[in-house]
C-alpha cells in the first residue's frame, strides 16, 4: 500500500472520529454525559466541553495533515499527540466499562484502543509501506 494514502486513511478517519465526538460533546454534553455517566450532576458537563475542544483542536490537526506522510521521523508529533490521546482515552475508559457503564462506553474504549495501536505501530515502525520492496 502506498504510504501516502495509508497515512491519508489513518489521519482522516481520526479526523472523522474525533470531530463526531467532539461535536456531540460540545453541544450536547448536558444530555450525553448524564446517560452516560448516571449520577453526574448537570454543572459538572462543562467537561465533556473542555473535552470536546481537545478533540476537536486534534481532530483538526489530522484533517489539516491528511495528505502527508505520517510514522517514523513523518510528522512524529502529530503521531504522539494521537497517541497520547488514544492510548488514555482507551485506559479511562476501560474502567468503568468493565465496571458496568453503559455499552457504548466499551465501544468508545474499544475504538480509541484500536486507533491507539495504531499510531503506536506508526510511531515505533514507520509508515505503512514505507519498508516494502519497490516494484519491479
Given amino acids: ?14 479526523a472523522l472520529v474525533l470531530a463526531a465526538g467532539g461535536v456531540a460533546l460540545l453541544f450536547g454534553s448536558d444530555e450525553l454525559l448524564p446517560r452516560m455517566i448516571p449520577g453526574m450532576p448537570a454543572s459538572a458537563t462543562v467537561l465533556g466541553q ?3 475542544a481537545g478533540w476537536l483542536a486534534v481532530a483538526w490537526l489530522n484533517w489539516s495533515q491528511r495528505r502527508t506522510i505520517v510514522g517514523g521521523i513523518y510528522g512524529r508529533p502529530m503521531v504522539m499527540a494521537n497517541f497520547a490521546l488514544y ?11 468493565l465496571a458496568g457503564a453503559p455499552r457504548a462506553l466499551g465501544v468508545f474504549a474499544v475504538v ?4 491507539a495501536l495504531v499510531y503506536a505501530v506508526l510511531l515505533l515502525r514507520g509508515p505503512f509501506g514505507a519498508d516494502a520492496p519497490a516494484s519491479r
Avoid at 501516502?4 to 478517519?13: E, K, M
Avoid at 480509541?112 to 486507533?115: A, E, I, K, P, R
Wanted: aromatic residues 4%; positive net charge.
Fill in 87 to 97: 492510548m488514555i482515552s482507551a485506559f479511562s475508559l476501560a474502567h468503568p466499562a
Fill in 1 to 14: 500500500m502506498n504510504p501516502t494514502r495509508a497515512s491519508t486513511a489513518i489521519t482522516t478517519s481520526s
Fill in 112 to 115: 480509541s484502543g484500536l486507533l
Fill in 50 to 52: 473542555l473535552v470536546a
